[in-house]
């Protein structure tokens, strides 16, 4: 079992099975096919709350990356390169409104390059 922490932004998004994945950094907890995943918002605090519980059902390497030609975000998975349309709708079940609006969420949190997981239930 592993259990992820999402952003008071994404909760709702989380618990009513908009948001169908996530994009997370590798780490010695990153899941695998089959696990069961905990969603949690607010870990670790008084107002923790269990979102869902879902099994992981893909585990991706991810990159995002910023094509300046173009000013817009470019996603590689799995060392292949997404089409706009692919990238759009990976932007989309993860919470977001647009590329833009996650090509910013992850350069301001981690940097571009973003190096990660792609990780689905």
């Known amino acids: ?19 169908r994945q996530t994009i997370r950094k590798r780490s010695k907890k990153t899941p695998s096919p089959g696990q069961t995943l905990q969603l949690y918002t607010g870990q670790r605090t008084k107002s923790s ?11 991706q ?27 759009r709708a990976i ?3 993860d919470g977001f409104d647009s590329l833009a609006s996650m090509r ?8 571009l390059p973003f190096e990660g997981v792609l990780i689905r239930w």
């Open 1 to 19: 079992m592993v259990a992820i922490n999402f952003k008071a932004q994404f909760a709702d998004a989380v618990a009513s099975g908009k948001k």
């Open 49 to 59: 709350r269990l979102l869902k519980e879902m099994t992981c059902l893909t585990v």
């Open 61 to 87: 390497d991810v990159v995002i990356t910023d094509d300046s030609l173009i000013d817009e975000l470019v996603l590689t998975l799995d060392g292949k390169r997404s089409l706009f349309t692919e990238a």
């Open 91 to 93: 932007a989309l079940a």
């Open 104 to 111: 910013d969420f992850f350069k301001d949190l981690y940097g």
